[in-house]
């Protein structure tokens, strides 16, 4: 696919999903999850899901406006749009396959799914769906996978710019935010042996580590994605 249309199609949809989630700083209540199945030689599965079914009343009734604070509230029409975009983009990805979406209009939830081939397509994928938010909530977020070592690591740093955006939007807005949650949930194939956040759970059958922090903790650096995972060899 040409560069330069391939990176004029990024700039349409961001800049409408981008609209699309200002309507999040009067809803506020939404999650993100991402499911990741890896299998031991570095391929695997991931879902992304959005779901913003909590505010589904109060994100109804902004959808029919045409702006808010001076933002244009992009229709369905166009959000149907453009999510199809990004996937056709993730389909000519390198190392990517299987592209599937899911749009629910009436609870609004999208997920996006995909197989990826090795860890770099996996961060192929998750440089995509970060760029939705037209800037990124990290200044690095990346996945590692030492098949040798059998060690998963997520290495991720929090934006400072992400910060200033959202206290530019006062306490009275930013509050809101507290029933907003990311959700990472990675499953293996080998028994976990150890991991290395705190907040983060094992699973009951040692295969699989669940992390889920609240969205404005992320923001302000409070709490951190970053992991380090090592499996049984």
Do not use: W, Y
């Given at each position: 696919m040409n560069g330069f249309k391939a990176k004029r199609k990024l700039r349409r949809f961001y800049g409408v999903i981008?609209?699309?989630?200002?309507?999040?700083?009067?809803?506020?209540?939404?999650?993100?999850?991402?499911?990741?199945?890896?299998k031991s030689d570095g391929s695997g599965?991931?879902?992304?899901?959005?779901?913003?079914?909590?505010?589904?009343?109060?994100?109804?009734?902004?959808?029919?406006?045409?702006?808010?604070?001076?933002?244009?509230?992009?229709?369905?029409?166009?959000?149907e749009k453009e999510i199809r975009s990004a996937v056709q983009l993730l389909k000519q990805t390198k190392g990517i396959s299987n592209v599937a979406y899911k749009t629910d209009f009436t609870n609004y939830i999208v997920n996006?799914?995909?197989?990826?081939?090795?860890?770099?397509?996996?961060?192929?994928?998750?440089?995509?769906?970060a760029n939705r938010f037209k800037t990124k909530i990290s200044n690095s977020n990346r996945y590692y996978y030492h098949a040798q070592s059998h060690v998963f690591e997520r290495k991720f740093v929090a934006s400072n710019e992400w910060k200033a955006k959202f206290n530019q939007l006062g306490s009275d807005n930013t509050t809101q935010f507290a029933d907003a949650f990311y959700t990472q949930i990675v499953r293996f194939e080998k028994p976990v042996i150890s991991q290395g956040n705190s907040l983060a759970k094992v699973a009951g059958n040692k295969k699989g580590v669940l992390l889920k922090l609240p969205f404005m903790d992320l923001v302000y650096g409070k709490s951190s994605l970053a992991n380090k995972i090592i499996l049984t060899k």
């Open positions: 981008c609209a699309f989630l200002m309507t999040l700083t009067l809803s506020s209540c939404f999650d993100f999850v991402e499911q990741i199945d890896l599965h991931i879902a992304a899901t959005l779901n913003l079914s909590k505010s589904k009343t109060k994100v109804s009734s902004l959808m029919k406006m045409k702006s808010i604070k001076g933002i244009r509230i992009p229709t369905q029409a166009e959000m996006i799914s995909c197989d990826f081939s090795q860890i770099e397509s996996l961060n192929a994928f998750s440089d995509i769906l």
